[in-house]
């Protein structure tokens, strides 16, 4: 056996490796890693092929597995780059159908057709293969400057693994096998380390929509004193410094504050242009600081426009923000109205819900817990809805999942020993009544 025949072997034998620990992953890692199974078990029989054809050379039967193979292989890849880089993705019916469609109309017309279609099949499966490719590059190189260390490195690697896949096909080396097999181990391995930090998280105009209103503060004079955490984070998200204390008014909103009560306004943000919509207050005398100016903003959408409906729905209903500001979850209205909206889907009847309910008396100790429960299933495709339930209590409710795996990660995160806490199982249509019945419990232990 040459040297070039073994490499494509170990690559076989690896990504064969890399299939079954992608299989054998708890549920709670191999949510994180979808459509990476079906890659490595295409790039197995894709790597078996060259193998072949190194050690033999080329035979008819070759392309009847191969060109399937390495189209399977990039679909797969195409739909993991969707998960990769968009937050709450879900590929759509049509490039499904696609991802099982293409290899199987080239493995049927390899079939019918034999050797007179195998140049064409090679012509249309390359074309086919490299234009997903570009778009798995295009995908994945919005998360090349993400914030965190491990999506960043594995976006930069993808998008390394494309260009040296490129100019080995362009001298027809038949290494695009090998790449993909180093790429999916270091994925696969990156994800099991860092776990859910490879997730994608919200986008900033998503993400400060669901945070409320920005306010600002201004002193008798129309200049900037203070921001709050959400217009912080506004800026931060976008890559750019708050404006400075002792900013004026005019030159951050346009307008003089002593002549306005509402206003709309496009701040210009980096490279962003925001519009935002809102009112002025005058502070009293002895507010702070006296005589002083309060904006409140929020994201506005002109009457109309073919504006994200998220966006335009909650501009037009002027609802409160959805957040509760002591523990940044969502607040006890937007919890019940996640719950409720779940409860209506169409397998709500027969999807089965765990209700978890966390309650301490202590505001620091709640706060605590909000974030470890956060960090934990806010971005998990099973949590239903994270959120204040109560005056002292936190919600947590998901699907798909049974009542003693709840119990053993409150267990595990250390809540049972801090807290109060109580489950209710059932299905997602009763998501509410096992919140309520959680609940209950909890204050007939407190009272005991």
């Excluded at 189209?71 to 019916?93: M, N």
């Amino acid at each position: 056996m040459s040297v070039v025949t073994g490499v494509h072997l170990l690559a076989a034998i690896v990504a064969a490796i890399t299939w079954v620990v992608v299989l054998m992953l708890p549920p709670r890692l191999r949510v994180l890693t979808p459509y990476l199974g079906w890659a490595s078990g295409g790039t197995v029989v894709w790597a078996l092929c060259v193998t072949s054809v190194k050690h033999e050379g080329i035979h008819p039967w070759h392309q009847i597995p191969w060109f399937p193979a390495i189209a399977f292989t990039t679909g797969a890849l195409l739909l993991w780059a969707g998960w990769f880089t968009r937050p709450e993705w879900r590929p759509s019916r049509a490039l499904t159908a696609m991802w099982i469609a293409a290899p199987a109309m080239i493995l049927a017309a390899r079939l019918v057709g034999g050797l007179d279609v195998r140049s064409a099949l090679f012509v249309v499966n390359t074309v086919y293969c490299f234009s997903l490719l570009l778009a798995i590059a295009v995908q994945v190189a919005r998360r090349a400057g993400d914030r965190e260390p491990a999506p960043r490195g594995v976006a930069r690697l993808i998008l390394v693994a494309a260009v040296v896949t490129l100019i080995a096909e362009a001298f027809r080396l038949n290494i695009t096998d090998v790449i993909v097999t180093v790429t999916l181990v270091v994925v696969v391995a990156t994800t099991v380390r860092v776990g859910d930090g490879i997730r994608p998280r919200s986008e900033s105009g998503t993400l400060i929509d669901d945070l409320g209103a920005l306010v600002l503060v201004f002193d008798d004079q129309q200049r900037l004193v203070d921001l709050n955490a959400p217009a912080r984070l506004f800026y931060d998200l976008r890559g750019v410094e708050p404006p400075p204390a002792d900013t004026a008014a005019a030159d951050l909103l346009g307008t003089d504050l002593a002549d306005v009560d509402a206003l709309s306004v496009t701040l210009r943000v980096g490279s962003d242009q925001v519009r935002l919509g809102g009112y002025v207050q005058r502070l009293p005398s002895d507010g702070t600081p006296p005589n002083g100016w309060v904006c409140l903003l929020r994201r506005s959408t002109r009457s109309g426009t073919e504006a994200p409906a998220p966006w335009a729905r909650r501009t037009l209903m002027g609802r409160i923000p959805a957040h509760d500001t002591a523990t940044g979850l969502l607040s006890t209205r937007a919890f019940r109205q996640a719950l409720g909206e779940a409860a209506q889907g169409s397998a709500a009847a027969t999807d089965s819900a765990v209700a978890v309910v966390m309650t301490t008396p202590d505001p620091t100790e709640l706060a605590d817990t909000a974030s470890v429960v956060a960090d934990a299933w806010e971005s998990r495709p099973e949590a239903i809805a994270v959120g204040r339930s109560g005056r002292s209590e936190i919600g947590l409710v998901v699907r798909g999942l049974d009542e003693p795996t709840l119990t053993a990660w409150c267990d595990e995160v250390g809540i049972s020993d801090r807290l109060l806490v109580a489950t209710r199982a059932g299905s997602v249509a009763e998501a509410g009544d096992l919140v309520d019945a959680a609940a209950a419990e909890l204050s007939r232990r407190s009272r005991a």
